[in-house]
T-cell receptor
Framework: DGGITQSPKYLFRKEGQNVTLSCEQN?????MYWYRQDPGQGLRLIYY???????QKGDIAEGYSVSREKKESFPLTVTSAQKNPTAFYLC?????????????FGEGSRLTVL | RKEVEQDPGPFNVPEGATVAFNCTYS??????FFWYRQDCRKEPKLLMS???SGNEDGRFTAQLNRASQYISLLIRDSKLSDSATYLC????????????FGSGTRLQVQP
């Protein structure tokens, strides 16, 4: 079955630690995205990538880093510089690289900082 | 003004009721519009795209008013299973290739 796989689903981190969230897709989509969702709020864009080896900052990129070395993979690193990292992280992809098309989401990763 | 604005609700309605949600967006150059549904602690899923002429999918009707910069979602004959948060989504930034999400409107359908 085609889709997006995020791992881990739940993650606990101590303050000061970096953590990497995995996102893999087998939909052959060029565009991939990372969003963050806080309780009772909508999704906010962290980073996005239209093509391999290229990515752009979204609205809340500070304290995060990404890479896009393969079309299928778009991992997100939450660094110790991110002041309030506890949140629900959603990875998405789209066949439309213009950013105007339907998004397909993974099941999300829930990060808690202890 | 928020880029994409929705009434957070919650909307509490009885089964069988008709309910409507509105969403306003502040960039008149926006071209693509969607409604997504998100269940509690789950990922969002596309409910329907919104076309200029309006479109319908079963009990759901979406409309776009470009002059007033809002989109709407009408749900007829509400079911218990319609209880969820409904997210308004717009390609807000013409210079950025990504979609912008509203904060969502929560719907609770009661027996």
């Amino acid at each position: 079955d085609g889709g997006i796989t995020q791992s881990p689903k739940y993650l606990f981190r101590k303050e000061g630690q970096n953590v990497t969230l995995s996102c893999e897709q087998n939909l052959n989509h060029d565009a991939m995205y990372w969003y963050r969702q806080d309780p009772g709020q909508g999704l906010r864009l962290i980073y996005y990538s239209q093509i391999v080896n290229d990515f752009q900052k979204g609205d809340i990129a500070e304290g995060y880093s990404v890479s896009r070395e393969k079309k299928e993979s778009f991992p997100l690193t939450v660094t110790s510089a991110q002041k309030n990292p506890t949140a629900f992280y959603l990875c998405a992809s789209s066949i439309d690289p213009t950013g105007a098309g339907e998004l397909f989401f993974g099941e999300g990763s829930r990060l808690t900082v202890l | 003004r928020k880029e994409v604005e929705q009434d957070p609700g919650p909307f509490n309605v009885p089964e069988g009721a008709t309910v409507a949600f509105n969403c306003t967006y502040s960039n008149s150059a926006s071209q693509s519009f969607f409604w997504y549904r998100q269940d509690c602690r789950k990922e969002p899923k596309l409910l329907m795209s919104v076309y200029s002429s309006g479109n319908e999918d079963g009990r759901f009707t979406a409309q776009l008013n470009r002059a007033s910069q809002y989109i709407s979602l009408l749900i007829r004959d509400s079911k218990l299973s319609d209880s969820a948060t409904y997210l308004c989504v717009v390609n807000y930034h013409t210079g950025r290739r990504a979609l912008t999400f509203g904060s969502g409107t929560r719907l609770q359908v009661q027996p």
